[in-house]
């Protein structure tokens, strides 16, 4: 492996500076608030603030702050962040992002994972970019259980390692902890996925089989861009990869409502947080691979009950909350947790809450 810095080429930034300082955002129809979709104000606010005050240089000096690397896997370029800590006991953790974010939805918990207060847990931090998410490069979804194997075990040299996993990155911590248990001593998710509707479970138990009846209409409703991007994603990406602006509003309207705002969303991701999200995906050209994940996606295997030990933490903004039924149907469950605050990108919205319940689980193993 070989360590890597974020150094963004001057012509890159310039091509998509031209494009913001040049959008406009159409105030027709004159329709207010984020009930149609992404707020028009917002995205007004947003994009002002875009071209004359946000400042990459300076947020890519931040993310530079963490020890960020490259190998390759299988002739694949993999990104990683690897903080260790300096606790020779550390357990060493993976963790995994989905989309819309990347590994910056974990920069918040870094340092309290490896330098914890009070003495308390503490952990080797492995971050890797998802294939064709940020600095990695794009292949097979399917694959990366195998690779994130490789990483931790032959790359970093860990027999045994805890893993955790949001949104995609909770369908590849199932994978990898069912595929290679030998490795993966316990899993935290905050999520386990839906009913496909031919589950035995829905015989059984009424309240499975009614949230499975629901389940189309709140997908109508909140999931829409997983049937577009789960099923021609490359329509879609042809314009949000062109566009700064319509990538923007394209993921803004996820981050406002997934998240635990109250209404506001920057009282969850200020605006350079936003933006510095959104510019990861723009500056190294991965707005179309990563829209294609979705599409990869339906072609998983379905991943069958693994007896790795789960804790699964339900925040109440998470979009489609399956009852605690389903989730023991799914996995080994030892922990189950409904937190009091947060939402879909709960190392983000709410580190310190999050950080708490995954020692009080990983600590017993």
């Known amino acids: 492996m070989q360590s890597f810095i974020i150094d963004i080429d001057e012509s890159i930034l310039s091509v998509i500076q031209n494009k913001i300082i040049q959008a406009i955002v159409n105030p027709l129809p004159a329709r207010v608030g984020w009930e149609r979709g992404t707020s028009i104000e917002y995205m007004q606010d947003l994009l002002s603030y875009w071209q004359t005050s946000y400042d990459w240089r300076k ?91 490789t990483l931790m075990v032959d790359v970093l040299g860990y027999q045994s390692f805890y893993a955790l996993g949001g949104d995609i990155g909770a369908i590849i911590t199932k994978k990898l902890a069912a595929k290679y248990p030998q490795h993966v001593k316990a899993i935290h998710l905050t999520e386990v996925g839906l009913p496909a509707g031919n589950e035995a479970i829905l015989q059984t138990s009424e309240t499975v089989r009614n949230f499975a009846m629901a389940l189309p209409a709140g997908i ?34 996820k981050f406002n409502d997934w998240t635990d705002n109250n209404g506001a969303e920057e009282n969850t991701f200020t605006k350079d947080e936003l933006l510095t999200h959104i510019m990861i995906y723009l500056v190294t050209g991965t707005v179309q691979s990563s829209l294609h994940t979705y599409y990869d996606w339906t072609k998983l295997s379905p991943t069958s009950k693994i007896e790795t030990p789960v804790a699964v933490a339900q925040f109440p903004k ?26 879909h990108f709960p190392a983000w919205e709410e580190p310190e809450l999050f950080v708490e319940d995954l020692n009080s689980f990983f600590g017993q193993y």
């Open 59 to 149: 947020q890519e000096a931040e993310l530079n702050k963490f020890k960020h690397f490259k190998t390759v896997i299988n002739g694949s370029a993999v990104h990683f962040i690897y903080e260790k800590s300096k606790n020779e006991h550390a357990k060493p953790l993976i963790l995994t992002h989905g989309w819309p974010d990347s590994f910056y939805r974990f920069h918040k918990i870094i340092e309290l994972l490896t330098n914890p207060k009070n003495g308390g847990q503490s952990y080797d931090v492995i971050i890797p970019s998802l294939p064709g998410f940020g600095f990695s490069d794009a292949f097979d979804l399917a694959s990366t259980p195998d690779a994130w194997r």
């Open 220 to 253: 109508m409703q909140v999931g829409a861009f997983l049937l577009l991007q789960g099923s021609k994603p490359q329509t879609l990406a042809f314009a949000l990869a062109d566009s700064p602006l319509g990538y923007a509003a394209w993921v803004t309207e």
């Open 318 to 343: 998470e979009p489609i909350v399956p009852p605690k039924e389903w989730v023991e149907s799914q996995v080994n469950l030892q922990r189950y947790t409904i937190m009091p605050a947060g939402g």
